[in-house]
């Protein structure tokens, strides 16, 4: 018996090509490609356990449902799609298959969300304090703010009672004290930045989580596909987090 599932890749841009390399360094099969020239679709062949998506927003729903034809689990790394996770978790729910999604795949991400979920509880009894974000990303990135700047966000409003708004605009002007602004820039080669601040007329504090590369993207969704493979549901890799990492890699 397999100690890895086999993965099939749905994209092969920069994170697929380097899922395929953590894949080969541990010895997990990548049985299967889809790209723009290879579509996944519902008679695509099904020699393959677990899917990784790493492609496009609008491909996601119609990616998952290929799957769940082929009655195949997914992991979903592509984001700036979650308005459709109502008609996601109903396909889950029809099909028994298992799907993780999640913003950030990054283990050292994971930590940073639990340092910002206790800051956050801090500034919440020290009104003296606001509480606002950076993020920056390289030119190419297609949402903005990134997927990881708004589970941050979320974070915040979660924990932060006087924060009830995310603001994602270029302000021009002077913001409400109830919005949370997150700032984007897009530009160069930048792997993902991410910096919230915690500003008052005394001091800052800046908490920066800053990715070298996108190792610790593709090791998360591999480590996410072993622990999907054979389950059914629907899953937050962030919310499954602790149980996610204890099946190693």
């Given at each position: 018996m397999n100690k890895y599932p086999r993965i099939a890749l749905i994209g092969n841009g920069s994170m697929g090509k380097e899922i395929s390399r953590i894949a080969g360094e541990h010895g997990i099969h990548i049985s299967r490609i889809f790209d723009?020239?290879?579509?996944?679709?519902e008679s695509s062949p099904n020699d393959f356990d677990v899917a990784i998506d790493f492609s496009t927003p609008s491909a996601v729903v119609e990616n998952i449902m290929s799957?769940?034809?082929?009655?195949?689990?997914?992991?979903?790394?592509?984001?700036?799609w979650l308005d459709q996770l109502q008609k996601i978790q109903q396909l889950v729910d029809k099909y028994k298959i298992g799907v993780v999604y999640g913003s950030n795949y990054s283990i050292g991400m994971q930590m940073y969300f639990r340092i910002i979920q206790q800051a956050a509880r801090l500034i919440n009894a020290t009104p003296d304090y606001d509480i606002f974000m950076q993020e920056i990303h390289h030119k190419r990135k297609i949402d903005s703010p990134s997927g990881t700047a708004l589970s941050i966000g979320k974070i915040i409003l979660d924990e932060?009672?006087?924060?009830?708004?995310?603001?994602?605009?270029?302000?021009l002007g002077k913001i409400v004290p109830e919005e949370f602004h997150i700032s984007s820039l897009r530009g160069g080669e930048v792997t993902g930045t991410h910096t919230v601040m915690i500003d008052s007329i005394a001091d800052t504090i800046e908490l920066t989580h800053r990715a070298k590369n996108r190792s610790g993207f593709a090791s998360g969704a591999l480590v996410a596909a072993e622990?999907?493979?054979?389950?059914?549901?629907?899953?937050d890799f962030s919310e499954q987090f602790e149980n996610i990492m204890n099946s190693g890699l």
């Open positions: 723009e020239n290879n579509r996944l679709v799957v769940c034809t082929l009655q195949k689990n997914i992991v979903i790394g592509t984001t700036g932060v009672e006087r924060k009830s708004i995310i603001n994602s605009e270029t302000c622990w999907i493979w054979k389950k059914q549901g629907l899953y």
